[in-house]
Antibody, heavy 119, light 108 residues
């Protein structure tokens, strides 16, 4: 069974750093892309970026380039999304999702990680 | 960037009725690289349709989709209680892909 399990909810202050994770199981982690999707409170879905764990090829949506860093550790089948300096506007649910390719829909999703940033 | 506009914003229907959801793109979507997702409150999205008309694994056949170019449609032939949710279209032929703003299917 394919599963993507994300790390738990986080509360941070503006300016703090954060790294959340997404662990894949039940499939070959290195041969599928993992993407990150943001859903702000009461809003729709936005692709932030994707990574191919096999060679760490990473692509970012223009809106998120330079704002976050996506990485992966294939030895433990885990992808990461990190911020160096959070803002209140980063408050959202973040989902990881598996994609068959760059040109592909997302067939499996993590359960989501709620990130709350407030002072 | 391709902008997807979904209509209507909210669809109020009764169980057993037919639901027709629209997704219009600001420019042609390459090779019908369009997907539909269902999202229920407090849950992650679930892939329903890919390639504009192919059902994902395990999706009931009451869900069907069609379209090409700039106009796409998702149809739910007979609404079941578990189908009341928000539906998003997504194109993945350009850049990393963009989502529509969603259509909420609510119980009338």
């Amino acid at each position: 069974e394919v599963r993507l399990v994300q790390s738990g909810a986080e509360v941070r202050k503006p300016g703090e750093s954060l790294k959340i994770s997404c662990k894949g199981s039940g499939y070959s982690f290195t041969t599928y892309w993992i993407g990150w999707v943001r859903q702000m409170p009461g809003k729709g879905l936005e692709w932030m970026g994707i990574i191919y764990p096999g060679d760490s090829d990473t692509r970012y949506s223009p809106s998120f380039q330079g704002q976050v860093t996506i990485s992966a550790d294939k030895s433990i089948s885990t992808a990461y999304l990190q911020w160096s300096s959070l803002r209140a506007s980063d408050t959202a649910i973040y989902y990881c999702a598996r994609r068959d390719g760059v040109v592909s829909g997302a067939d499996y999703w993590g359960q989501g990680t709620l990130v709350t940033v407030y002072s | 960037e391709i902008v997807l506009t979904q209509s209507p914003g909210t669809l109020s229907l009764s169980p057993g009725e037919r639901a027709t959801l629209s997704c219009r793109a600001s420019q042609s979507v390459s090779s019908s690289y369009l997907a539909w997702y269902q999202q229920k409150p407090g849950q992650a999205p679930r892939l329903l349709i890919y390639g504009a008309s192919s059902r994902a694994t395990g999706i009931p056949d009451r869900f069907s989709a069609s379209g090409s170019g700039t106009d796409f449609t998702l149809t739910i032939s007979r609404l079941e209680p578990e189908d009341f949710a928000v539906y998003y279209c997504q194109q993945y032929g350009s850049s990393l892909g963009t989502f529509g703003q969603g259509t909420k299917v609510e119980i009338k």
